[in-house]
């Protein structure tokens, strides 16, 4: 059995705390400093997030994959589902993230105390299987973790 990872103990007041208020929030600051307006829409509801973290805590995997970050509601609770049960790196897609979304989904997992698990590095660039794929994306740019 994988132990947590050693950010997680001093990022967990500091996770709880950011992850209370998402669920009030009715803007959320992005990478630049711009606030971006919540659409509760987007989001994953509360439960949702709840039930995916229950989901990484009993299944632990290594590795996660995330389709869609829009404001992190469920990369934060994934993320810190992972860094409590040992997981090595969540990656999530989002065509989005740097432009209409201004960075807030990966601002928000920071604010939460989660930048400094190694699973968090950022990297941007075409997916090689996006790229291969010229007939569905022929020019797609994703932002992953």
Do not use: N
Not at 9 to 30: I, K, N, R, Y
Not at 73 to 98: C, E, K, N, W
Not at 105 to 114: D, P
Request: include cysteine; proline fraction near 8%; aromatic fraction near 8%.
């Amino acid at each position: 059995m994988r132990a947590p990872h050693p950010c997680w103990p001093s990022a967990q007041p500091q996770f709880e705390s950011v992850t209370q208020a998402l669920w009030t929030a009715d803007e959320l600051p992005g990478e630049d400093g711009e606030l971006v307006k919540v659409k509760k829409k987007t989001g994953v509801a509360q439960r949702g997030c709840l039930l995916l973290a229950e989901l990484v805590r009993k299944v632990r995997p290594t590795h996660t994959l995330e389709v869609g970050c829009a404001y992190g509601f469920s990369s934060v609770h994934i993320v810190g589902a992972l860094a409590q049960v040992g997981g090595l790196r969540h990656v999530s897609v989002d065509p989005y993230q740097d432009t209409a979304r201004h960075g807030v989904g990966r601002t928000t997992v920071r604010r939460a105390g989660l930048a400094e698990w190694p699973g968090c590095s950022r990297r941007h660039g075409t997916l090689p299987w996006a790229s291969s794929s010229p007939r569905w994306c022929p020019s797609w740019r994703g932002s992953c973790w």
